[in-house]
């Protein structure tokens, strides 16, 4: 009985971390003094149960940011060549709404645009020998692979994917209900594209 009592009082606490972490990540970037977004790089759509907030970052955004916290220039480079979207969504039912990144699909017009998974993004920063502060620092960024969103709820971070000059689109589908046994919520998001600096 001690035990159990134990485990769910480190998961709460674990739980209220990652929820604390995402918010100040979020609020953060979007915060933080950097150079001005033009109007076409945010997208904003919503409906009576979900609004999904999406501002395209430029590569000099991004690299700025990065190079403040100390990371070295050949990660610099490297995030530079990658697309950086911060995704802000909003919970305006009165019930739990679930995001599993996984269910989300990114299509440019000739086909898919995969998303970087975290673990890729790890992997890779590994090959670079990038130090485990600069990679937590990194994974805090992005937002989780999936989140439970009470009701009035807002949280965010960054997705990151390949960089390119098509437009393209998102498919986002969220699930209701606290076992994810209520209604599918599918947002179409089109002519998304990746802003220059």
């Known amino acids: 009985m001690h035990q159990n009592v134990k485990l769910r009082t480190m998961k709460t606490s674990h739980y209220f971390q990652i929820r604390f972490i995402s918010v100040c990540v979020f609020i953060f970037f979007i915060a933080e003094p950097v150079p001005a977004v033009p109007e076409s790089g945010k997208w904003v759509v919503e409906n009576k149960q979900i609004k999904l907030e999406m501002i395209a970052r430029t590569p000099e955004q991004m690299a700025a940011f990065y190079e403040a916290r100390g990371f070295p220039r ?9 697309c950086f979207i911060t995704v802000g969504v909003t919970n305006k039912s009165r019930d739990i709404i679930w995001m599993r990144l996984a269910n989300w699909t990114f299509s440019l017009p000739q086909g898919s645009l995969k998303r970087f998974h975290r673990n890729e993004l790890k992997a890779r920063w590994q090959q670079f020998g990038l130090a485990q502060r600069h990679q937590s620092t990194f994974r ?16 965010g971070g960054n997705i990151v994917l390949p960089r390119t000059g098509s437009t393209f689109s998102l498919r986002a ?22 802003t220059e600096d």
Request: glycine residues 4%.
């Open 74 to 82: 050949k990660v610099l480079d490297e995030v530079r060549k990658m």
């Open 140 to 155: 805090w960024t992005l937002i989780p692979e999936v989140l439970d969103y009470r009701p009035e709820e807002h949280e």
């Open 173 to 194: 589908e969220f699930v209701m209900g606290a076992k994810e046994e209520g209604e599918h919520i599918s947002i179409q998001v089109n002519d998304l594209r990746c």
